[in-house]
Nanobody, 121 residues
Framework: QVHLVESGGGLVQAGGSLTLSCAASGTAVSIPGMGWYRQSPGKERELVAT???????NYADSVKDRFSISRINAQRTVYLQMNDLKPEDTGVYYC???????????????WGQGTLVTVSS
């Protein structure tokens, strides 16, 4: 089983920057996908950015050109660099990973506990 631990959330003024980190630990033969989702007050959880092991990325339209996702495969760590933050970026940010525990099992999803990002106007 893979466990995810996030860090880096906090309070920042609009226009500021934050970097979120997520480290995966546990048993997995591969982690094809890692990424970030967020849940803002009164809204459903939504995709922010994902990055696969091959380097392919996907971003929500609302964060393109402001956020950047990177990944160090050997360390099983994914980062989210957030620039020019806006009040609407406020929410709990969750790390997600899709992994295979062995070569025979189906892929599984796992989530971190979430880290709060608050952007003040």
């Amino acid at each position: 089983q893979v466990h995810l631990v996030e860090s880096g959330g906090g309070l920042v003024q609009a226009g500021g920057s934050l970097t979120l980190s997520c480290a995966a630990s546990g048993t997995a033969v591969s982690i094809p996908g890692m990424g970030w989702y967020r849940q803002s007050p009164g809204k459903e959880r939504e995709l922010v950015a994902t990055r696969n092991a091959g380097g392919g990325t996907n971003y929500a339209d609302s964060v393109k050109d402001r956020f950047s996702i990177s990944r160090i495969n050997a360390q099983r760590t994914v980062y989210l660099q957030m620039n020019d933050l806006k009040p609407e970026d406020t929410g709990v940010y969750y790390c997600h990973a899709y992994y295979y525990s062995d070569y025979k099992s189906s892929g599984m999803d796992t989530w971190g506990q979430g880290t709060l990002v608050t952007v003040s106007s």
